[in-house]
């Protein structure tokens, strides 16, 4: 007979796996954010099941990018930029910081006005007044509320997601179909088909991810009162690596897994149904009117469960993003950085912060339409991101940098794996763009 096991004891396994979760799980959840709910609604809508088996071969690339970067900030102790700063030159680090700035503001603004669109999905109020309203809110907390409190509330909202796995297991799913799209590539030689694919490895593997899981990791490493040898690099328990590791496999898995299921939910309400083309809010929401069919006014409550999760996961972002654009800022100019710290002791850091905002929000009263901004925001990163990536391929093969913690094998080999996809697809896209102007 097998004993069971305390009740007690498993509570204690069950309460110590989720006091694990950390930077990873918070840098999946920002990972789906308003970019990413856009582009994978759009590739759904527009190219139904084609474009599903991202999702799957995503996953291991992802993995060995955010895991090397949250090792490269455990080890040495510092983000991205920091080390870039000590072993490259002062040329890249500027290009690196730069490009990482430019890249994260544009995503800001793409964000802030997806959360603004959403909510007059609910409450008929002017744009302007949802945009202020919404950057407001974000530096109040990023800048007053403790780092501990505030990586407790970034987890919550990730909840916001589960409204599309429950859609697309509500609604009748030609699952053979869908299993086969998602395990055999569908490659389309066209310039539609490369701009949202590059999006979709864009908004995925983006580079605001990257900075920012290294220094969360640092701050993780605060948090707990890491002790450090004489040279200042942590001197890491056993289990922290572990951990960390363990943290970014739920994180990335979770986001696409979330990604996934946008993809399957969209192709068949939308893409089945002859919307191919996401314009507004509203009709990205249309595909969440199967989950709430059998309640009056069912579109209504459909565009408010969309307003829900785009705000909850726009208000998880957008800090993410103007988090990890002064981390590398601060690193880069040798200024006090991090959300642990008060504003007093790091206002150069906070002053990035505000405003990457305030640039952010400016960029919505430009003209640009806030649908296609989030698409188009997703590509821009998918090609800033292969400079990057090619840098923290080197930097996690060097023996010299990283010491016995450097990268192993298959970890080198699918962030390499990964910088060679990114950059093919860029180049494919480009070639496309080429072709197609040159065919006309």
């Given at each position: 007979m097998v004993e069971q096991e305390?009740?007690?004891?498993?509570?204690?396994?069950v309460l110590g796996f989720f006091k694990i979760l950390?930077?990873?799980?918070?840098?999946?959840?920002?990972?789906?954010?308003?970019?990413g709910i856009a582009t994978y609604s759009q590739t759904g809508a527009q190219f139904g099941f084609g474009q599903l088996w991202t999702a799957l071969y995503q996953i291991p690339l992802l993995l060995a990018v955010q895991e090397a970067c949250g090792r490269i900030g455990a080890v040495k102790g510092k983000g991205l930029a920091g080390v870039i700063k000590d072993h490259y030159s002062r040329k890249i680090l500027i290009g690196v910081v730069v490009l990482v700035a430019v890249a994260n503001t544009i995503n800001i603004g793409a964000d802030i006005g997806a959360v603004a669109a959403a909510a007059q999905l609910v409450v008929n109020l002017p744009f302007w007044l949802f945009a202020v309203s919404a950057t407001l809110v974000l530096v109040v907390s990023e800048v007053l509320v403790t780092y501990k409190t505030y990586a407790n509330w970034l987890k919550w909202l990730a909840l916001a997601l589960f409204s599309y796995p429950a859609t697309a297991l509500i609604v009748k799913q030609p699952w053979k179909q869908i299993l086969y799209a998602t395990v055999v590539p569908h490659i389309e030689l066209s310039f539609a088909f490369f701009f949202i694919i590059t999006g979709v490895f864009g908004?995925?593997?983006?580079?605001?991810?990257?900075?920012?899981?290294?220094?969360?990791?640092?701050?993780?490493?605060?948090?707990?009162?890491?002790?450090?040898?004489?040279d200042g690099k942590p001197r890491l328990p056993r289990r922290f690596i572990r951990d960390m590791r363990i943290d970014t496999l739920v994180g990335?898995?979770?986001a696409e897994l979330a990604q996934w299921f946008i993809i399957i939910t969209t192709a068949t309400v939308l893409f089945k149904h002859g919307t191919t083309t996401i314009n507004t809010a509203a009709d990205a929401a249309k595909a969440l009117e199967p989950l709430v069919q059998s309640f009056p006014n069912s579109g209504q409550v459909a565009k408010d469960l969309f307003a829900v999760g785009v705000i909850g996961l726009g208000l998880l972002a957008i800090p993410v993003l103007a988090g990890s654009a002064a981390y590398a800022l601060a690193e880069a100019f040798g200024w006090k950085e991090g959300l642990s710290r008060k504003f007093k002791k790091a206002r150069g850091f906070y002053g990035i912060i505000i405003l990457s905002m305030l640039i952010g929000l400016l960029l919505n009263f430009v003209g640009i339409d806030p649908m296609k901004a989030l698409v188009f925001t997703a590509v821009f990163n998918g090609i800033a991101a292969v400079p990057l990536l090619f840098l923290i391929a080197k930097i996690n093969g060097n023996p010299e940098i990283l010491g016995d913690h450097r990268g192993g094998a298959l970890s080198r080999t699918f962030v390499w794996v990964t910088f060679g996809v990114m950059g093919l697809s860029a180049v494919a896209l480009l070639y496309t763009l080429v072709f197609q102007h040159a065919a006309r």
């Open positions: 305390p009740k007690s004891s498993l509570k204690k396994k950390g930077p990873g799980i918070i840098t999946g959840a920002a990972d789906d954010d308003p970019s908004t995925s593997i983006s580079p605001y991810m990257f900075f920012w899981q290294a220094s969360e990791e640092v701050e993780e490493q605060r948090a707990v009162g890491m002790h450090t040898d004489k990335m898995a979770s």
